[in-house]
């Protein structure tokens, strides 16, 4: 990284004059400022926006930085954020959000991130994703949160979707579910994937046939949710409902199905079960009945992520966090089994 005693000796100019040309401070020709900017521009240089770093500082807190894709502006991780700061103030760091608003905004949050000189980043997604991490941050200490990346070098912390999807439907055959509808979330992304892969795994390890399972995704943004309760409609017969298990792809498509099904006049679970994902937050325990569903570990993934930069881990590549099945009143022992 770039310094400033850099630019000033690629601008020929002293350090007190890059100083000014950056704090627009007057006394600066016009020729002597057009060096200096050509200079930081070459150099990639990035100013330093903590506190001045002078005798008597050197005890200062650590900083973590958290930069936050769509993140910081849902509510489904508000866990893993609360966890990042709270694992830092238990070491003794500090630590600050930067949000980035979209894919293209990435370049442009990491140079702010740069301008506070952080001593760590974790980068952190909405949902899982597969990330190509800004070229700012390479060679700094980076971790991911709730996101992967192609570069083996990275540590990533993310849930174990595969694995739970997996031990859900062990549970659900356990009680006695034999004709599952599964409502996944939208084809080709990383979690509704490993989902999908998880149940139909467990499926067939059970001895059963995937011809017996009727498999949907629903379709990318809003209106996926929406769609649910045409699909309910369509498929499900209130007088004798052809499937004895719902299989949704997160708690958001459950609140749907409720509305739908009772509607309809079924009950929950007596007529048709219904399971989720994610334990969403503020509405999860508010289900009637209860809603039983999957927990995503973002208070684990921001604890661990935290970690892995303030104690120094050296373990790259991806590291999976189990779901655990919270038990509610969705799911019944079916008395026909």
């Known amino acids: ?58 005890n200062k807190p650590r900083t973590l930085a958290v930069l936050a894709e769509d993140t910081a502006t849902t509510p489904f991780s508000v866990d893993l954020l609360l966890a990042i700061e709270q694992t830092a ?31 760590g980043v974790i980068y952190t997604t909405m949902g899982l994703r597969n990330i190509a991490l800004p070229e700012a941050l390479r060679g700094l200490p980076v971790v991911l949160a709730n996101c992967v990346s192609d570069d083996s070098h990275l540590a990533s912390y993310i849930p174990d979707d595969y694995h739970a999807q997996y031990l859900a439907t062990q549970y659900l055959l356990k009680r006695g579910y034999q004709r599952p509808l599964c409502y996944w979330l939208p084809e080709h992304e990383l979690a509704p994937t490993a989902r999908r892969l998880g149940f139909e795994q467990a499926w067939c390890d059970a001895g059963k046939n995937l011809d017996q399972v009727t498999q949907l995704h629903m379709a990318k943004g809003e209106i996926g949710y929406l769609q649910l309760a045409e699909v309910l409609a369509t498929y499900i017969t209130p007088s004798s409902p052809e499937y004895d298990v719902l299989i949704c792809g997160n708690d958001r498509a459950a609140f749907v199905a409720y509305q739908q099904l009772l509607t309809m006049g079924i009950r929950i679970p007596q007529d048709i079960a219904v399971i989720g994902f994610d334990n969403l937050v503020g509405v999860g ?11 995503l ?41």
């Not at 006394?27 to 060096?35: D, I, K, L, P, S």
């Not at 325990?285 to 927990?295: A, E, I, V, Y």
């Not at 881990?313 to 799911?331: A, D």
Request: proline share 6%.
């Open 1 to 58: 990284m770039a310094s400033l005693k850099d630019v000033a000796q690629l601008a020929g100019v002293s350090m007190m004059t890059v100083s000014r040309v950056i704090n627009n401070a007057p006394r600066v020709t016009a020729a002597t400022r057009q060096r200096v900017e050509e200079a930081i521009e070459q150099l990639h240089y990035v100013p330093d926006l903590s506190a001045q770093k002078i005798r008597g500082q050197a």
């Open 89 to 119: 103030q238990q070491f003794g760091w500090n630590s600050f959000i930067i949000n980035v608003a979209s894919v293209e905004d990435r370049d442009r949050a990491a140079r702010e991130v740069l301008a506070h000189r952080p001593d």
């Open 285 to 295: 325990h508010l289900f009637l009945p209860g809603l039983t569903t999957l927990q």
């Open 297 to 337: 570990p973002h208070q684990q993934i921001g604890e661990q992520a935290a970690r892995h930069l303030i104690e120094q881990w050296n373990k790259p590549g991806v590291h999976t966090l189990p779901c655990p099945l919270l038990e509610r009143h969705s799911i019944a022992v079916r008395n026909d089994q």
